[in-house]
């Protein structure tokens, strides 16, 4: 069972080059999530998605974008890499059954944009 | 104000003893949950505890409880008999709203150091 699985691993990008981290689940879980963690910080939400073609806004979501056509894969496209968007992206999935909240982690993106 | 106070940047506790890491949290809304993450120097993520604002019982988890005081707003995080395993950075996060509606808050975190 992979869980998790994102990729790339790590990745540096010009200011204003474009890119697409991937981040795939096998659990069949209808909640995913993408966050940034920059240094010395918690993580923030970036996108979160409650099921295939819905998707929401969280607290960071600006040059960003998401999409979720199927269950499984949840990517987050970077427009116009920009300074600031240096950080560690973790993708995250959950169960959809009332009560259980566990959460499920990717390994991370680590992204440097220059 | 801050959604979520962790006030022990970092802590210390020797191996086997037990040790409480603070979360306090501020929210008007009704329907929270609370949440508890490892973060081992390796860089993942991982998800440890979790107690939403209408369970009556405090969540445990193996070693890990999480002590719900609703009217003081606080939602530490206990481990029982520490081990070296556990030396990571703990963070605190909250879910405010019902679940679906995902505004998530985290804290900056604590990094527990277990000594031999």
């Known amino acids: 069972n992979a869980g998790v699985t994102q990729t790339p691993k790590f990745r540096i990008l010009k200011i204003g080059q474009s890119m697409t981290l991937q981040c795939a689940q096998d659990?069949?879980?209808?909640?995913m999530y993408w966050y940034r963690q920059d240094p010395g910080m918690g993580l923030k939400l970036i996108y979160y998605s409650v099921g295939a073609g819905i998707t929401d806004k969280g607290e960071v979501p600006n040059g960003y974008n998401v999409s979720r056509s199927t269950t499984e894969d949840f990517p987050l496209r970077l427009e116009l890499a920009a300074p600031s968007q240096t950080s560690v992206y973790f993708c995250a999935s959950s169960p959809t059954s009332g009560g259980d909240e566990t959460q499920y982690f990717g390994p991370g993106t680590r992204l440097l944009v220059l | 104000a801050q959604k979520i106070t962790q006030t022990q940047p970092g802590m210390f506790v020797q191996e086997k003893e037990a040790v409480t890491l603070d979360c306090t949290y501020d929210t008007s809304d009704p329907s929270y949950g609370l949440f508890w993450y490892k973060q081992p120097s390796s860089g993942e993520m991982i998800f440890l505890i979790y107690?939403?604002?209408?369970?009556?019982q405090n969540a445990t988890e193996g070693r890990y409880s999480l002590n719900f005081q609703k009217a003081r707003k606080s939602a530490n995080l206990v481990i029982s008999a520490s081990q070296l395993g556990d030396s990571a950075m703990y963070f605190c996060a909250m879910r405010e709203g019902p679940r679906g509606y995902q505004k998530v808050t985290f804290g900056t975190g604590t990094k527990l150091q277990v000594i031999p």
């Open positions: 107690q939403g604002s209408y369970d009556q």
């Open positions: 659990m069949n879980h209808n909640y």
